[in-house]
């Protein structure tokens, strides 16, 4: 009668240990990039409202610009991992390489739009004439590094289906630093205001892409993988990621109606707006380290043909991500006071910006186990039931969200209006958790 009990924990013992050991450095590589906005947050927030105004706009843009194609490294750490838990090495590095050739041929073509059509997506946003030239600005310089950055994306793919989250955790710190010390150099020292801090940024970016290359490169060498691009692969991994494209898609079209009403409710919400939505990136970067966790390990259960582990490793992830969404709503609260001045002496924004942030605070539960069920289906490879429900939620996202300025409430009711949107995902993941139609065993799915 104390044998299952003992097991029970044994199981779970081992499972904490994966998840830690794969999740603490996780989260330093996911929020590279939400960090690099917050760092530019900051930093810019001193020049002035317009100008902050503008990096909101300009950096809701440009994180859609690249988390759209976010399948470069959710769906490769799937595939890699399965083919990890198969015993296939060899396989698994080249599936990486071709999400890497990926990744260079994407981001050519997103610059090529983006530079021309710059003022044009600004407008899109009703952005206000003083925040307009700074948001261009902002815009057309990042986007350069766009390429950098989807590589950055493949490559983690990559070493976080070999299991090795470490190496982009050392990779994003040099990465933040790199930025914060670029940013403050060029937009304070040479005096180049906001574009300084968009150069500073490509600068790190680029940094980061050469870091891994050289690390997936030499590995790829190890095992004798081929490096060339092959085009039968590209287009496969591009099939396979069409699915979380259209997930991807539309939680990026969730964030910038968010930002879009924002920017209509005056200078100061959309200010006080891009702060918010810094800090919920952050979180949710941090929650979505338990995930990464699990897209490794569950990919792994099935690749070796083990359903029972991907099972109760899935169950002690959706326990793991309500506890540290419990924990990170409170840090929100007890640390508002010392938070809001970081970012804006501005009266007006701050008195915005404290009650948006209390409904983050209320919301993390909810998020913690949408993020980790997200990464479970990912890990799976059930990406077109993942492309369904979000598109499920963007629907019912979107009537809420419009009718914030007609209403009334401003930028507190559009957060709540983004917390009844985390609640549409958590019923369509938990639902599809619990089918168990998810688990599919074998090097490929």
């Known amino acids: 009668m104390t044998q299952a009990p003992a097991t029970s924990r044994a199981h779970r013992s081992r499972h904490d240990r994966e998840i830690v050991?794969?999740?603490?450095?996780?989260?330093?590589?996911?929020?590279?990039?939400?960090?690099?906005?917050?760092?530019?947050?900051?930093?810019?927030?001193?020049?002035?409202?317009?100008?902050?105004?503008?990096?909101?706009?300009?950096?809701?843009?440009?994180?859609?610009?690249?988390?759209?194609?976010?399948?470069?490294?959710?769906?490769?750490?799937?595939?890699?991992?399965?083919?990890?838990?198969?015993?296939?090495?060899?396989?698994?590095?080249?599936?990486g390489m071709d999400g890497i050739w990926l990744a260079l041929l994407l981001g050519i073509a997103v610059v090529v739009v983006t530079l021309p059509s710059a003022p044009w997506w600004v407008a899109l946003f009703g952005t206000s004439e003083t925040a307009t030239p700074h948001a261009v600005t902002y815009l057309r310089i990042s986007s350069l590094g766009i390429p950098a950055m989807l590589i950055v994306l493949a490559a983690t793919g990559v070493l976080r289906g070999l299991q090795d989250t470490r190496t982009p955790l050392y990779v994003a710190i040099g990465g933040f630093t790199a930025n914060a010390v670029l940013n403050l150099a060029l937009v304070y020292g040479a005096g180049l205001g906001i574009a300084g801090s968009a150069w500073g940024t490509v600068a790190a970016q680029y940094g980061m892409a050469l870091a891994y290359l050289l690390v997936v490169v030499r590995g790829a060498r190890r095992h004798h993988a081929s490096l060339r691009p092959d085009a039968a692969g590209i287009r496969a991994s591009a099939h396979a990621g069409v699915p979380l494209l259209i997930r991807t898609l539309s939680l990026r079209a969730v964030l910038m109606i968010a930002t879009a009403v924002a920017a209509r409710l005056g200078d100061a919400d959309i200010a006080a707006h891009q702060i918010v939505?810094?800090?919920?990136?952050?979180?949710?970067?941090?929650?979505?380290?338990?995930?990464?966790?699990?897209?490794?390990?569950?990919?792994?259960?099935?690749?070796?043909?083990?359903?029972?582990?991907?099972?109760?490793?899935?169950?002690?992830?959706?326990?793991?991500?309500?506890?540290?969404?419990?924990?990170?709503?409170?840090?929100?609260?007890?640390?508002?006071?010392?938070?809001?001045?970081?970012?804006?002496?501005?009266?007006?924004?701050?008195?915005?910006?404290?009650?948006?942030?209390?409904?983050?605070?209320?919301?993390?539960?909810?998020?913690?186990?949408?993020?980790?069920?997200?990464?479970?289906?990912?890990?799976?490879?059930?990406?077109?039931?993942?492309?369904?429900?979000?598109?499920?939620?963007l629907a019912?996202?979107?009537?809420?969200?419009?009718?914030?300025?007609?209403?009334?409430?401003?930028l507190t009711a559009l957060w709540w209006a983004m917390t009844l949107m985390m609640t549409v995902r958590l019923i369509t993941l938990w639902w599809r958790a619990r089918s168990g139609r998810w688990i599919v065993t074998g090097a490929a799915r």
């Open 21 to 95: 050991s794969l999740a603490v450095p996780a989260f330093g590589a996911l929020v590279a990039e939400p960090l690099f906005v917050m760092a530019d947050s900051a930093i810019i927030g001193h020049l002035g409202t317009p100008q902050l105004a503008g990096l909101g706009v300009a950096a809701a843009l440009l994180m859609t610009a690249v988390s759209v194609f976010v399948f470069l490294a959710y769906a490769t750490t799937a595939a890699v991992a399965r083919r990890v838990g198969a015993g296939d090495l060899r396989a698994a590095l080249r599936q």
């Open 277 to 393: 939505l810094s800090l919920w990136s952050l979180l949710a970067f941090a929650l979505d380290a338990i995930a990464i966790a699990g897209q490794a390990i569950i990919g792994r259960y099935l690749g070796a043909g083990d359903a029972e582990g991907a099972r109760q490793v899935c169950r002690r992830m959706v326990q793991w991500g309500m506890a540290t969404g419990v924990a990170l709503g409170i840090l929100v609260i007890a640390a508002r006071p010392l938070f809001i001045p970081l970012f804006t002496s501005d009266q007006t924004v701050q008195d915005t910006l404290l009650p948006a942030l209390l409904v983050v605070a209320v919301s993390q539960p909810i998020a913690g186990v949408v993020f980790v069920l997200d990464g479970v289906l990912m890990g799976a490879g059930d990406g077109p039931y993942l492309a369904g429900a979000m598109v499920v939620t």
């Open 396 to 410: 019912a996202f979107l009537p809420a969200a419009l009718l914030v300025p007609h209403l009334g409430g401003g």
